[in-house]
């Protein structure tokens, strides 16, 4: 059964940075557009940024300039770098995957993951 499980959320101070991980498990996901989502508290969950399979990227205007992905094919894993944080980051942001990036940034990808909090202190 494939899964995507994501780790390296937690606390951190306003400018500082985390790296977000999420492993795919269960199937190969090379040929899959891969994303990352979050939801703030009583917000709705948006789209900050995907990779096609072959690599190329698309950035929410939110998050551009600060949050790099990149993916590892070898191991089946995508990152998500986040540097110069804010408090409007706090939410908790949840990995994709999908057949087609266009399914995945209008927020109906194959998979999710189970989501991990980041929070920004002020």
């Known amino acids: 059964q494939a899964q995507l499980v994501e780790s390296g959320g937690g606390l951190v101070q306003a400018g500082g940075s985390l790296r977000l991980s999420c492993a795919a498990s269960g199937r190969t996901f090379s040929g899959y557009a891969m994303g990352w989502f979050r939801q703030a508290p009583g917000k709705e969950r948006e789209f900050i940024v995907g990779i096609s399979w072959t690599g190329i990227t698309n950035h929410a205007d939110s998050v551009k300039g600060r949050f790099t992905i990149s993916r590892d094919y070898a191991r089946n894993t995508v990152y998500l770098q986040m540097n110069s944080l804010e408090p409007e980051d706090t939410a908790v942001y949840y990995c994709?995957?999908?057949?087609?990036?266009?399914?995945?940034?209008?927020?109906?990808?194959?998979?999710w993951g189970q989501g991990t909090q980041v929070t920004v202190s002020s």
């Open positions: 994709a995957a999908s057949a087609s990036s266009i399914s995945l940034e209008s927020g109906n990808p194959n998979y």
